[in-house]
């Protein structure tokens, strides 16, 4: 099993700044596409942003430019960084990571729990 534990969110002022990170652990191989979703209430869980152990990363438009994701591949770590944050962005924040597991290699699909961030106006 692959375990993922978010930490850093809160509550944070409009404008502000948050980090969060996320630290993978367990039994895999590698870990492939690392990557940032969040859902707010009444609303499906969105993709935030991405990035692959080669680094190429990838954005939703509504955070382009604020926020900005990096991970450790030698930590197993992900973060993700969130600037001029607006009241919209309040939701849970997941990680989630793509595990390559086993002799046969192959890929797995795994989700943190979750860390809350408000944005007050």
């Known amino acids: 099993q692959v375990q993922l534990v978010e930490s850093g969110g809160g509550l944070v002022q409009a404008g502000g700044s948050l980090r969060l990170s996320c630290a993978a652990s367990?039994?895999?191989?590698?870990?492939?596409?690392m990557g940032w979703y969040r859902q707010a209430p009444g609303k499906q869980r969105e993709l935030v942003a991405t990035?692959?152990?080669?680094?190429?990363?990838n954005y939703a438009d509504f955070v382009k430019g604020r926020f900005s994701i990096s991970r450790d591949n030698a930590k197993s770590t992900v973060s993700l960084q969130m600037t001029a944050l607006k009241p919209e962005d309040t939701a849970v924040y997941y990680c989630?990571?793509?595990?390559?597991?086993?002799?046969?290699?192959?890929?797995?699909?795994?989700w943190g729990r979750g860390t809350q961030v408000t944005v007050s106006s």
């Open positions: 990035t692959t152990s080669g680094g190429s990363t």
């Open positions: 989630n990571a793509v595990a390559t597991r086993g002799s046969l290699k192959l890929d797995y699909l795994y």
């Open positions: 367990g039994n895999f191989v590698s870990i492939n596409v």
